[in-house]
T-cell receptor, first 113, second 112 residues
């Protein structure tokens, strides 16, 4: 079992609310990622970080923001949630830059009404 | 252009039969190739990877994958499928210092 945790696992909220999805890992990995997963399965990279104070946008444009103040913590925030944000969000970390071996959390399923 | 492709959205197999989940890539140079599995309501788990060397790579849960450079393929295989193998399978590639890129995924259904 990988030591990477996401909370909440499931969240149902109303439009306009601010939400933060938490992601923490205890493996000391520098590189971390957020993916958005469609109902049709496909994964889209929305944010990544190479380490503390490093954040970059991924391939898919997202209205969410991320921060990396501590190595182990990589939260994702939506300032004003909309129904189009309804999705599964997966956090991952990588044990070595460029290794390709990612450790994933169990995901946060967000539903915006 | 998509760098890694999984041509089948779903693969159906009877328990005990061999299974193959297909993956092709379209990058130059020497790619690193991966397979990940996602069980229902879970995150992805690393299964196996090919970097160099023997073209047949063995991974977790009895899975293996064969790297074929001439066909630019990296198909996932298992000699005898189990119902518990039913899951989503993702092929992925890294090349030339780029980031890991996932294919669109294939749903494997193993029927008893």
């Amino acid at each position: 079992e990988a030591d990477i945790y996401q909370t909440p696992r499931y969240l149902v909220i109303g439009t306009g609310k601010k939400i933060t999805l938490e992601c923490s890992q205890t493996m000391g990995h520098d590189k971390m990622y957020w993916y958005q997963q469609d109902p049709g399965m496909e994964l889209h990279l929305i944010h990544y970080s190479y380490g503390v104070n490093s954040t970059e946008k991924g391939d898919l444009s997202s209205e969410s923001t991320v921060s990396r103040i501590r190595t182990e913590h990589f939260p994702l925030t939506l300032e004003s949630a909309r129904p189009s944000h309804t999705s599964q969000y997966l956090c991952a970390s990588e044990n070595d830059r460029g290794s390709g071996e990612l450790f994933f959390g169990e995901g946060s399923r967000l539903t915006v009404l | 252009a998509q760098s890694v492709a999984q041509p089948e959205d779903q693969v159906n197999v009877a328990e005990g039969n061999p299974l193959t989940v297909k993956c092709t890539y379209s990058v130059s140079g020497n790619p690193y190739l991966f397979w990940y599995v996602q069980y229902p309501n879970r995150g992805l788990q690393f299964l196996l990877k090919y970097i160099t060397g023997d073209n047949l790579v063995k991974g977790s849960y009895g899975f293996e994958a064969e790297f074929n450079k001439s066909q630019t393929s990296f198909h996932l295989k298992k000699p005898s499928a189990l119902v518990s193998d039913s899951a989503l399978y993702f092929c992925a590639v890294i090349w030339a210092g780029n980031m890991l890129t996932f294919g669109g995924g294939t749903r494997l259904m193993v029927k008893p």
